[in-house]
């Protein structure tokens, strides 16, 4: 696997374009300098043994402006890097003349080809159904992290995002305790009681499912996880024990969250860490 890490956006912009116009030689991953949407998928690369090439583009790099411009009102300029994407996003992946965006449909994609994915209708609707409350328990996040607030709404006083942080912990109505009581029910009702989320055996919306339930919720407040939550806490130390997986999370995973000059304020005080709390791989 060859890892590129890009910091200038002209250099980001130019190496997507080149993707685009079928310049991927091997399977080709473009992500953020962090973990986020991307590890799910790094894990299935990791899990197919196929060798494949891992861009990472840093945060300032990928938005054209860095974290004192955002809070001085600078906007996002319109030659950012962001914009060379279709969709104006990431992740990218590209794989011969296959170039797709979209977490959920790049896992899908890898999940078929590699062997992850559903043998059934039945196990593929329950792991649709899995996919779906993933990614929306990724959205219940907006206003946690302040950088989400700085993009959204320009500065706002610490009081704000204490308020928000409370409400998200708040017991049990709070999306922490909602969003991990469904995941665990999911995990409960599957019909083939494997231990896994769909099916009989390990597909990528495992993958999704573990890496939301440790790196999005466990990480905020681990004790009350591993507490309320038993079956989804001996559900991830199960998938985070997978060889490949902890290849994955000791040799190959970029910082956890925001990371350099984005690591300021309140970032990274959660974690108590300035330089994108690497460390909380261990201790998850």
């Known amino acids: 696997m060859g890892i590129e890490v890009l910091t200038d956006k002209a250099e980001a912009s130019s190496r997507i374009q080149e993707l ?23 894990a299935a690369l990791a899990l197919s043994g196929e060798e494949y090439d891992d861009i990472r ?3 300032t790099a990928w938005l054209g402006v860095g974290p004192a411009d955002l809070a001085a009102g600078k906007a996002v300029p319109p030659d950012a890097a962001k914009l060379a994407t279709p969709n104006c996003h990431l992740p990218l992946f590209c794989d011969g003349d296959v170039c797709i965006q ?13 062997g992850l994915w559903c043998k059934t209708d ?3 609707l329950h792991a649709e159904q899995v996919l779906a409350h993933v990614y929306d328990s990724l959205f219940h996040y907006t206003g946690i992290f302040q950088h989400n607030q700085l993009f959204v709404y320009g500065p706002k006083p610490s009081e704000y995002h204490a308020k928000q942080v409370a409400a998200f912990n708040r017991k ?18 599957n019909p083939a009681k494997s231990g896994y989320m769909a099916g009989p055996s390990l597909t990528v919306v495992d993958l999704a499912a573990a890496s939301v339930a440790t790196f999005w919720y466990k990480a905020w407040n681990p004790q ?21 997986i902890v290849d994955v999370n000791r040799k190959r995973c970029p910082h956890t ?28």
């Open 20 to 42: 685009l116009s079928g310049g991927a030689k091997r399977p080709t991953f473009v992500y953020l300098d962090c973990i986020g949407l991307g590890w799910p998928i790094r």
């Open 57 to 59: 583009i840093s945060l």
């Open 102 to 114: 979209q977490s959920t449909v790049i896992l899908r994609y890898l999940g078929k080809k590699y």
């Open 122 to 124: 039945s196990d593929e």
């Open 172 to 189: 049990p109505d709070g999306s922490f305790y909602k969003n991990m009581m469904v995941l665990q029910r999911y995990l409960e009702s």
């Open 224 to 244: 009350s996880f591993s507490e309320s939550f038993p079956l989804l806490e001996e559900y991830i130390q199960r998938i985070g024990a997978i060889p490949e």
């Open 257 to 284: 969250w925001l990371h350099g000059e984005w690591a300021f304020g309140g970032y990274c005080e959660r974690f108590h860490q300035s330089d994108g709390h690497k460390d909380l791989l261990t201790s998850l």
